[in-house]
């Protein structure tokens, strides 16, 4: 292909500019609603633009140490010796894996005069940041899946997982309510309170609304999605329900490994404050090209980064893999190993709950 612009969109004009590249990465960012919520945070230790296929982190795992009785005599102490006894620290090794993403468009101008469209790429562009968050949100997904697991296989984090959910009906003690919720904060005793952030589907927030339980915000100030009372508590990002922040978006689907005659099990996330890390290796690329013999216009686009839940690690042999839950893959179990001592240490918990607003069963 020619590198020559001649004979390009204004999309060419855009994206051969230095700087869109930039301005497109800061959308991406600023526009991410796990961003904003605070649940993945950017990290540059993280990042390896040096190259390579893996960031490897050292870490420590919090101290739990063993406390010695004192006295004057010469036999104090676990060592029986008189002084204390020096404890090691344990540490472990937390490796995340770099994806490498990428996707392009191509018109040809045969298209463009028949469409009666100038600019056919221009509507590709507008949409960049927006296809790019929802394909990170799915790779997210799957790697949440890969560290939960599905009812038939825990992962590392499966024992962070509660299931409120009925079988071939559900009640109201099946779907996502107050009571549910600190049964899920539970599971990590007195860390429970470091879960700020609750994400679900929007079929689970619509029982929210309908109750009138789901806070959002308005022009005017907060509003209760139902009318009702409520029991949000303050304004949030999207809305807050419980003491949390709400983050409503339909890619945290439902769980894999039912059977035909169980209800749909809905995943909603309980996370703490950064509790996921994001590396960058290389940021977001967008590039044109004009190929003059064929009368096409491409936009290219690529990005290259990796997620990190803090107290895991990718323990697959390969590196770069799919969402899929294959093995060597973001969604499969066998893909991560724990290094914290207990899954209790990660600020992240998931809620299986039922919803009246699907009734669907496995198929």
């Known amino acids: 292909m020619s590198l020559s612009n001649v004979g390009g969109t204004f999309l060419s004009a855009m994206i051969t500019r230095p700087e869109f590249a930039g301005y497109l990465a800061e959308r991406i960012f600023n526009e991410s609603r796990f961003v904003q919520s605070g649940v993945v945070a950017r990290n540059s230790a993280l990042d390896v633009r040096a190259g390579g296929t893996r960031i490897r982190v050292p870490e420590f795992d919090p101290i739990a140490p063993t406390i010695e ?73 799957a790697q949440l899946g ?36 600190v049964a899920a904060k539970q599971l990590l005793g007195e860390r ?12 689970v927030a619509a029982y929210l609304e309908e109750l009138g339980y789901l806070q959002v915000q308005s022009s005017g100030g907060s509003v209760y999605a139902g009318g009702g009372v409520g029991s949000g508590l303050g304004s949030g990002l999207v809305g807050r329900f419980a003491g949390l922040n709400v983050i409503v978006d339909d890619q945290v689907g439902v769980i894999a490994g039912g059977t035909a005659t169980h209800l ?25 090209d004009r190929n003059k013999l064929s009368f096409q216009d491409t936009l290219i686009v690529d990005y290259h980064m990796g997620y990190h839940v803090y107290g895991t690690r990718w323990a697959a042999n390969g590196d770069n893999p799919t969402d899929a839950s294959t093995s060597g893959n973001l969604g499969a179990t066998s893909s991560y ?27």
């Open 146 to 181: 890969g560290l939960f697991g599905n009812i038939s296989a825990n992962g590392v984090l499966g024992a962070n997982t509660i299931n409120k959910t009925g079988t071939t009906t559900a009640a109201a003690a099946n779907y996502l309510t107050a009571g549910n919720v």
């Open 337 to 363: 190993a724990l290094c914290y001592t207990t899954a209790k240490n990660i600020p992240l918990v998931r809620l299986l709950v039922n919803t009246p607003y699907d009734t669907g069963v496995y198929a």
């Open 69 to 141: 009785r004192i006295d004057s005599s010469s036999t104090w102490g676990t060592s029986g010796a008189g002084y204390l006894t020096p404890q090691a620290l344990s540490t472990d090794e937390q490796i995340m894996t770099i994806l490498r993403r990428g996707f392009a468009y191509s018109v040809d101008d045969v298209s463009k005069l028949g469409s009666g469209v100038a600019d056919p790429l221009g509507h590709v562009r507008n949409q960049l940041a927006a296809a790019v968050n929802k394909a990170k949100t799915a790779t997210l997904m």
């Open 264 to 288: 749909n099990k809905y995943q909603v996330y309980l996370c703490g404050s950064g509790v996921i890390g994001e590396g960058i290796q290389q940021d977001i690329r967008v590039e044109y």
């Open 192 to 203: 429970g309170s470091e879960l700020s952030t609750i994400i679900m589907h929007s079929a």
